[in-house]
């Protein structure tokens, strides 16, 4: 089983709608981070949480960490065509200092039609 | 662009062979760490180093083995391939080896094993 569990596995919205992906952990979180991938690409990084409640915004996405750190969001308004990809949430869910450990779901595929 | 090189970007190979892929970290950064993605597993931490010291250690095949040398590239062999093997194998680098260092992934090596 996934040590973090996204969802949807995919979504297809229009263009200009907002949508919001989470990613879920039964442990707690020792740093949530967001990447997004082309297929095919490398991995992008989006933003990083590290404290309960945080929230953080990059141009039209915004991600949030919960307060008991189980649970990140990721939201993007007024979706744009360019948004289109996979969106996965890594984790270093087990604690400890090592970065390496960073587990990641299985990823949200998002497509974005005009 | 990252900053993170892999090499080659594509790799054909048969069963029963072995092969290096090879990773340079941006500039500064001590840290490198190996990713295997595929479609049924996703993105599965293999191992990290730290400044040439494995730092963490994930699924790792024993078939697999990786170093980094003194000017902290890395590269990682890949022995008596299967057919299963085939993946794309990420390398992202960080600055530091804590949590509080974001990672940045390279292009990839797409590695089909025939």
């Known amino acids: 089983s996934q040590e973090l569990e996204q969802s949807p596995q995919s979504l297809i919205v229009q263009e200009g709608k907002n949508l919001t992906i989470n990613c879920t952990s039964s442990k707690t979180l020792y740093g949530l981070y967001w990447y997004k991938q082309k297929y095919g690409e490398g991995l992008i990084f989006l933003m990083m949480?590290?404290?309960?409640?945080e929230e953080k915004s990059h141009e039209k996405i915004t991600a949030k960490l919960d307060e008991k750190k189980q649970q990140s969001s990721l939201h993007i308004t007024a979706s744009q065509p360019s948004h289109a990809g996979i969106y996965l949430c890594g984790a270093h869910v087990t604690g400890g200092t090592s970065y390496g450990k960073l587990t990641f779901g299985q990823g949200t595929i998002l497509t974005v039609h005009p | 662009d990252s900053g993170v090189t892999q090499t080659p970007k594509h790799l054909i190979t048969a069963t029963g062979q072995r092969v290096t892929l090879r990773c340079s970290p941006r500039?500064?950064?001590?840290?490198v760490y190996w990713y295997q993605q595929s479609l049924d597993q996703g993105l599965q931490f293999l191992i990290q180093y730290y400044n040439g010291e494995e730092r963490a250690k994930g699924n790792i095949l024993e078939r697999f083995s990786a170093q980094q040398f003194p000017d902290l590239h890395s590269e990682l062999n890949l022995s008596s391939l299967e057919l299963g093997d085939s993946a794309l194998y990420f390398c992202?680098?960080?600055?530091?080896?804590?949590?509080?260092?974001?990672?940045?992934f390279g292009q990839g090596t797409r590695l089909t094993v025939v």
């Open positions: 992202a680098s960080s600055e530091g080896q804590g949590l509080d260092t974001e990672a940045f």
């Open positions: 949480l590290q404290k309960g409640g």
């Open positions: 500039s500064g950064d001590l840290s």
